[in-house]
C-alpha cells in the first residue's frame, strides 16, 4: 500500500526498511505458526488413536 505521506529521503527509507522487516517478521511468525499448528495435529491424532485403543483393550478385557 503506498501512501502519498512526504518525508525527507532518510526518513522514507527508514520506514521503507521498518516495513521490510515486520514483513519479514511476520513470515516468520506464519512459519512457526504452522509448525506449532501441524505438530499440535499430529499429537492430537496420536491421542486420539491411543484412546481408541484404550476403549477396545477396556472392551475386550470386559467383554463389552
Same mark, same amino acid.
Given at each position: 500500500v503506498k501512501m502519498l505521506v512526504q518525508g525527507t529521503p532518510h526518513e522514507t &527509507?527508514? #520506514? /521503507?526498511? /521498518?516495513? /521490510? #522487516? #515486520?514483513r519479514e517478521m511476520l513470515d516468520e511468525t506464519k512459519a512457526d505458526r504452522d509448525s506449532w499448528k501441524e505438530q499440535a495435529q499430529k499429537i492430537t491424532a496420536l491421542v486420539e488413536d491411543q &484412546?481408541?485403543?484404550k476403549k477396545g483393550f477396556w472392551a475386550r478385557l470386559t467383554g463389552a
Open positions: &527509507s527508514a #520506514l /521503507e526498511r /521498518e516495513v /521490510e #522487516l #515486520l &484412546s481408541a485403543r
